[in-house]
């Protein structure tokens, strides 16, 4: 008698952008009440969820992805690490792409949300990625460490998860954090985009080679069946939610009009879609998975 499958394929999908290859490594995903989506009536967001065959609570997929570049290899964000059954499943989709830790020599952070900078540290509180230097937007680090942003959050909870959960994670890479503002070449091909909202150093990282581009930006949604046709939905986790939602936006016409592949965070594995914008709304269409090989050229 066959044995009946309880595990799921490993999350790694490549995908080549002129001579750069971007692995999307799958976290796991999280379930969260729908009133953690604001800034829209909560019958609608439902019926939108509905609509789509979603389930309700909303659940999020959380990934991660590596960046292949000139002999080097960057990770962008950490995943959640073993905070919750359903996700920390990073550190065995890196050992099913044949990655090893230490091979990481850069690590990108997009922002520092506990689903992002989670996966960071192992268990024994060390650096998860021995070798890695750690880039952020210089005003991401200053908000997370700034007394006075901490005070002002009122959830204890939250305050000792979000900033201390922050300043211990960044704490062992100490000696080798650097930061950036604005564009900057963060890593070969990939220059850092500023997308502040969700949080104030939010960024985003373009990567582009032989002509060709991919935008990883970070958590400009969390839920696509509810964001991407109607931008003004925010997360209430968002830092700034009135820039959130002109920042959205912005990005949303920009990838409609250049045409930009993006992949994000909170997109369904593997990650990656274009945009199409209609009137005042936009359309997400998924990019279809593709099993080329990724050798000579062919994508």
């Not at 905070?83 to 997009?110: F, H, Q, S, Y």
């Not at 949300?113 to 268990?123: N, S």
């Not at 002002?152 to 922050?166: V, Y």
Request: proline share 8%.
């Amino acid at each position: 008698m066959p044995t009946r499958p309880i595990r799921q394929v490993p999350g790694v999908y490549h995908r080549r952008v002129g001579d750069i290859v971007v692995t999307v490594l799958n976290d796991g995903f999280q379930d969260a009440p729908m009133t953690s989506v604001v800034n829209i009536p909560q019958d609608e967001a439902v019926a939108m969820m509905r609509a789509a065959f979603r389930p309700v609570p909303r659940r999020t997929a959380v990934q991660a992805f590596l960046i292949h570049s000139a002999d080097r290899l960057a990770l962008v964000d950490a995943g959640c690490g073993p905070a919750k059954p359903t996700v920390g499943k990073l550190p065995a989709n890196l050992a099913a792409a044949g990655i090893r830790p230490e091979e990481i020599d850069t690590v990108l952070m997009t922002h520092l949300h506990p689903d992002h900078f989670g996966g960071l540290r192992d268990a024994t509180g060390a650096a998860a990625f021995p070798r890695a230097e750690l880039h952020i937007a210089a005003e991401e680090y200053d908000y997370w460490h700034s007394d006075e942003a901490a005070a002002a959050e009122t959830d204890k909870a939250r305050r000792k998860s979000f900033f201390g959960g922050a300043r211990a994670s960044l704490a062992a890479y100490e000696g080798r954090i650097r930061t950036f503002s604005g564009e900057a070449e963060v890593f070969p091909g990939v220059t850092s985009l500023p997308l502040p909202g969700h949080t104030p150093g939010h960024s985003g990282y373009m990567v582009e080679s032989a002509g060709e581009r991919l935008l990883i930006w970070g958590d400009i949604i969390h839920v696509p069946e509810v964001q991407v046709p109607r931008p003004e939905a925010c997360m209430a986790v968002d830092v700034l939610p009135t820039l959130g939602i002109e920042t959205r936006r912005a990005i949303f016409e920009r990838a409609a009009r250049e045409r930009l592949t993006v992949a994000g965070m909170h997109l369904h594995f593997p990650a990656l879609a274009n945009l199409r914008q209609e009137g005042d709304s936009f359309l997400l269409l998924p990019e279809a998975w593709s099993s080329a090989d990724l050798a000579d050229g062919a994508t």
